[in-house]
């Protein structure tokens, strides 16, 4: 099964930048669309941004729209959350995620990687 392994989160002051990253074991039929998602203590999880391997075309959630920006490296299986102007609700524990066709909704994706903490300061 394919396994994603996010990386890049931890500490950062209200109005900085961060940068995710998730790899993916392998690409496949099944990972032909990559999201993020996040969730903030006491909430639950929201989608934030996604991508389509092949296409390129992404989406992105209501909520940090404009603030965020994803990417990826084919060769590298791996595609990048870039946030900015962070704030204090933007803490939460960010999980990438690979599914067959583009949503936003959260059964829409069937493999998870075990998430990473962001937490923003003010």
């Known amino acids: 099964q394919v396994q994603l392994d996010e990386s890049g989160g931890g500490f950062v002051q209200a109005g900085g930048s961060l940068r995710l990253s998730c790899a993916a074991s392998?690409?496949?039929?099944?990972?032909?669309?990559m999201g993020w998602f996040r969730q903030a203590p006491g909430s639950e999880r929201e989608f934030v941004v996604g991508?389509?391997?092949?296409?390129?075309?992404?989406w992105s959630g209501d909520n940090t729209r404009g603030r965020v920006t994803i990417s990826k490296d084919n060769a590298k299986n791996t595609v990048y959350l870039q946030m900015n102007s962070l704030k204090p609700e933007d803490t939460g524990v960010y999980y990438c995620?690979?599914?067959?066709?583009?949503?936003?909704?959260?059964?829409?994706?069937?493999?998870w990687g075990r998430g990473i903490q962001v937490t923003v300061s003010s």
């Open positions: 995620a690979s599914g067959t066709y583009p949503t936003t909704r959260e059964d829409g994706y069937d493999v």
């Open positions: 392998e690409r496949t039929s099944s990972t032909a669309v």
């Open positions: 991508i389509s391997w092949k296409s390129g075309i992404s």
